[in-house]
Structures are given as C-alpha cells and as structure tokens.
C-alpha cells in the first residue's frame, strides 16, 4: 500500500440519489483520501464526468450512461440487482456486486411474515377493529417446510434463520448442488418436486432468463393449498396472473411481494386488492450507505494494488 500512496490515486464517480451519504461514508471509512465526485443523477454525473476509471453507483442510474463514459473500467454495484446494467449490453469494463450484507435484513422480512401469517396478525387486527373477541388459535412455524429458491448468501442466511425456529429448509437451485445448512437441494428439473412438499416458499433468485416465469400456472398448482408464498429476489419468476388466480381460489393461502414488474405499482393493478396478498414497496434490504461502502473500500485498496476484486459479476450469466 505504500507504493499507492506514492501514486495519484485514480478518482471515483458516485451515481446515486444518495450519492452525498455514499461520499460521506467512504470519506469516513477510508484510509485513503479517495478523490470523489458525488452526483444524484445521471445528468449531473455525465456532465461532470472527467475521465474517471471508477464508477460505484445504482446500476439503472449508471446504465442510462455508461457507454458514453470510455475511460471506466470498473463499475462497483450499490445493489445486488444489477439486471439494467446486463440489459444494455455494453461489456467493455468489470462489474462487482454486492454481497454478504443482506442477510439479515432479508432474514427478518420473511420470517416476520411467516410468523404474522401463523400467528394470524392482520385476521386479529381486523376484529379488533370491530371489537370481536377473536379466539381462533394460531399456527406454528415450528416443523413446517420451507423451500427458499436460491442458495445464494441470502438465502443461506434466510435458511439459517430459520433453522433456529425448527423449521425444515430445502433449497432450489439452477444446478442443484449441495449447499449447507439446506437439508437438500433440487435443481430445475426438480422444479415440482420441490415445490410440492412446501409449507412456505421463499423466492430469493436473480433476474436472468432461466429465471423467467418459473413459477407459472402449472408450477404453482404443485405448491399445497396451505402453502404461503413470498417474493423478495426479482418479479421475473412468477406469473403475476397465475398467482392472482391461485391467491382467489383459495389454491394458496397467502402471499407477500416485495418486487414487481413495474415500481410503484400502477393504481389500476389487481395485485392491490388479491385476497391474502400482502403488498411491499421493494424495502425488504435496504442498500445502506453503512452496509455497502465497505464493499466498496475493500474493492478498491484491490484495484490501485492491482489484486483480483471481490464479487465480480458475469454479466452474461446476470449474477
């Protein structure tokens, strides 16, 4: 590191809404005196580009003008969806992600609804309401069954969690390979058996074309009619309208969505008013300046000593 400090540093373009918290931060955690410059839109970032080699930013943000940026050649993500950047197919530099921080935040998501959903909060809320002495008993998560689509770090953490509350996990997979703590792990031929011994079902997988609709009509009918459904990974795996359908007719008995094709959700939408479904506003992990600039200063101490960064991302496999 000494011979980096002996060397201009190279400069880092932050694209961000966020972007004064995100300089903040890596001003406060650095052990270098990084140059920065913090834009909170695209517009700014383009005119105030000057050659910048390094962009860390929101990758719909960074996407709208990559390629009109020639001297980038590593991109770190603010993210861990990075589907705009792999959407408009300009390849000429290295993409790193972001993992290992939301676990947790993830982990709480979908355990609080699994527990609001056995534990009948809202049903309870709703009598209250009224003033009804509601006396109907609660479920248990305990022994139950939960398929979490995607091995990856979150849901690893998901499953770990859940554990700890005696729940059975299984995981699925692309490739099916065997992960800890999942007690087995089905690869996409083994979609429906998978699905069919699920209690809950988490889906927590990235947005590629393999993912595209694998929870359509017909794979949802596998799920048990007591099952519960909950989407935090990307809208691409489910039919919207197959699981509307399945939410009506009392195939399902609930779900909770976090991510949706189209954010906010349009006001004429079905999915505001689908019995037993549960609406977020894409919150369930939050990219905290807290939680992703360490990310970043690690990958860059890596990039000015010319070592391999950490998470880099095949943007043709999109993950």
Known sequence: MNDVLNTPLPGCLIVTAAADDFAAEITRGSTLPIPLTA?????????????EKIVFGNPDLVADILPDLPMVDWVQSSWAGI?????????????TGVKEVFGPQMSEYVLGYLLAHELRIIERIEHQDSRGWFKAHSG???GKRLGIMGTGSIGRHIANTARSFGVQVFGFSLSGRSVAPFEKVFSTGQLHSFLRGCDYLVAALPQTEKTDNLLDERA???LPEHA????IGRSNVVDDDALIHALKNN?????????FDVEPIPGDSPLWNTKNLLVTAHIAAISHPSLIVPIFLENYERYVSKRPLKYVIDLDREY
């Open 251 to 259: 195939k399902l008995a609930g779900a909770v969505l976090d991510v």
């Open 83 to 95: 589907t705009p950047l792999s959407a408009i197919g300009y390849r000429d530099y290295v993409l």
């Open 140 to 142: 248990v998560i305990e």
């Open 220 to 222: 949802l009918a596998k």
């Open 228 to 231: 519960y459904f909950c989407n």
């Open 39 to 51: 834009c909170a839109t695209a517009e700014d970032a383009l005119a105030r580009y000057s050659d």
